[in-house]
T-cell receptor
């Protein structure tokens, strides 16, 4: 079993739809949770960053973390064609040392928003 | 936001040659950087953790003699693919953790696409 599971999709939605992206994980030590957006042939771009359980909202994006269920979500409201990309969840434990910051990624979900 | 620059963005080389990829943090210092490899439609695979002033820590299954990492300064890490072969063709991405961020937040470069003929 992978430490982080993410449905690769692909997911296709009409413009204006609400998009829900999810990841589950098995390592209870994970404390920091991130969502990255990656356009084709580009590096990942950090979208949302949350610590522990709770919600965080930034514009059209809302990230939710439920540590009791080991489940995180990213919601995109009023989706736009420019949101078409691969969305990667990532997480890490609270640890120090030389590997501080080492992330474990989900497989990524390919999203297409069509006009 | 913090900017990480990678160079070159793409490179084509002949089998048997070595290729160097640079990763620079432009507006922050980064004691720790990470190198990833990504195959088409797959997630990022961590290759190694690069630490300024010390040897890199490689993930299991990654050949340290094949993928040489040098973290020469607080703003520069390099990955050298030695004696490259077609199976080394891939998308290589670096990330950097700003020293000022105690939350482990990472910023990624744009990636370098390597094609070995």
């Amino acid at each position: 079993q992978k430490e982080v599971e993410q449905d690769p999709g692909p997911l296709s939605v009409p413009e204006g739809a609400i998009v829900s992206l999810n990841c589950t994980y098995s390592n209870s030590a994970f404390q920091y949770f991130m969502w990255y957006r990656q356009y084709s042939r580009k590096g990942p771009e950090l979208l949302m960053y949350t610590y522990s359980s709770g919600n965080k909202e930034d514009g059209r994006f809302t990230a939710q973390v439920d540590k009791s269920s080991k489940y995180i979500s990213l919601f995109i409201r009023d989706s736009q064609p420019s949101d078409s990309a691969t969305y990667l969840c990532a997480m890490r434990a609270l640890a120090g040392g030389t590997s501080y910051g080492k992330l474990t990624f989900g497989q990524g979900t390919i999203l297409t928003v069509h006009p | 936001g913090a900017v990480v620059s990678q160079h070159p963005s793409w490179v084509i080389c002949k089998s048997g040659t070595s290729v160097k990829i640079e990763c620079r943090s432009l507006d922050f210092q980064a004691t720790t950087m990470f190198w990833y490899r990504q195959f088409p439609k797959q997630s990022l695979m961590l290759m190694a953790t690069s630490n300024e002033g010390s040897k890199a820590t490689y993930e299991q299954g990654v050949e340290k003699d094949k993928f040489l990492i040098n973290h020469a300064s607080l703003t520069l890490s390099t990955l050298t693919v030695t004696s490259a072969h077609p199976e080394d063709s891939s998308f290589y991405i670096c990330s950097a953790r700003p020293d000022y961020a105690n939350t482990g937040e990472l910023f990624f470069g744009e990636g370098s696409r390597l094609t070995v003929l």
